[in-house]
């Protein structure tokens, strides 16, 4: 074998051992890039699924919110009815006393009905009641 043919096979080789170098250098790139690739893939999976539980969290956050809302009102409004109705019941209760407290205990109170109407005797107060019975009482 020449010298020529030796450095050709030499510079043959020279050549192919770059080029697997370079095929090697590109496999890596390639790979490194699509593990890149991958990492953002998981990193946009794992943002979504960040964001959902978030947004879930919201929801159910405004749902008890709303939910407080409505008991508070809800106590509210039955406060507010108590009140009524103790007021109502109070209401009553004077009124029947009132009534209570206009007819005379005495066997007179039919004869003083019978003399005057009752609205009128209504509009008298119990004091007055009570001497018009006695008066009526000391006539007899």
């Known amino acids: 074998m020449t010298r020529k043919e030796k450095e ?7 050549k192919e051992k770059k080029e697997r170098k370079k095929r090697k250098k590109e496999r890596k790139k390639r790979k490194k890039k699509e593990e890149k690739g991958k990492e ?14 978030e947004k879930k969290r919201k929801k159910e956050k405004r749902k008890k919110e709303k939910e407080k809302k409505e008991r508070k009102k809800k106590r509210k409004k039955e406060k507010k009815e108590r009140k009524e ?13 009132k009534k209570e407290s206009l007819f005379v205990p005495c066997c007179l109170c039919d004869q003083l009905n019978s003399l005057r109407g009752v609205g009128e005797l ?19």
């Open 8 to 14: 050709r096979k030499k510079e043959k080789k020279r």
């Open 40 to 53: 953002r893939k998981k990193e946009k999976k794992r943002k979504k699924k960040k964001e959902k539980k």
């Open 85 to 97: 109705r103790k007021k109502e019941r109070k209401k009553e209760r004077k009124k029947k006393r």
């Open 122 to 140: 209504i509009r008298r107060s119990p004091a007055r009641i009570r001497e018009d019975a006695r008066s009526l009482k000391e006539s007899r």
